[in-house]
């Protein structure tokens, strides 16, 4: 049996050997991802100046560090549950000087069990890893509960009707565009497989309803990459 093939776990999946390899393939898989992190900025931007940011599923750093040097009094939690990626994002805090801002915690974050309400809170490329819709709605409304009522939630996901005409074009020009960034033909089949097994992809339209769910307003789409969305939203209830 492949990897691909196995029962996906999201910890095993972002061991020690891709958190090493992470930062280089996260850019070959989306092209924007750096612009990703920069447009977060503007929505976060009338936040106060020593806010309170969580960091769901903070992975090798980008949000945290992006963040953290854009705005030096913000304090920092950074929540993921993989071992091996939280201990890159440490690392990567510590050589960006941001040490003594940033807290980690390893685990899910349907976990954390947080004293503190954030100001606002990132989940970049998290929740499409997360299967069914009971499941996502339990993590979205943990998102939900440790935000204060009027925080900020920017949250970015593969998402998209399977199967419908739109999602197929995008799919495809998604997977030529890796292509074309010197992937190796065993990459390209593992990757393709691990895309179509182990991310659960839904419209938009049934992401909005989550959200509706666990408390927040409309969201508002400001990026797209093929099939990679970003929306902002704020906690109303
Ligand atoms: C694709 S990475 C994204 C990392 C980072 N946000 C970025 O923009 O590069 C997804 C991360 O989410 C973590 N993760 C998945 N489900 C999680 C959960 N329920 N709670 C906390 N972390 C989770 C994974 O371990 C992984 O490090």
Redo the contacts with the bound molecule.
Sequence with gaps: MTKATKEFD??RH?DESLAAKYDRR?RQFCPNYDAL?RMLIPWLQGLPAAADFL??????G??VVTLGKIFPRWRFVA????PD?IKACQARATDAGLADRVACFTG???DYASSASFDAVSS???SH??KGRAEKLS?FKSISENLKVGGLLVVADLFGEKGSAEFTALLDAWLRSYAMHGVSDEDLIQDRLHVEKDVDFIPEDDLFTLLHEAGFSTPIRFYQTYLFGGWVATRVH
Excluded: K, W
Aim: proline content about 0%.
């Design positions: 999201v910890a972002f996260i992190h960091s769901v599923g903070a992975g090798t980008a949000e929540v993921d549950v993989s990626m899910r974050l349907q970049v490329f998290v890893f997360i993590y």
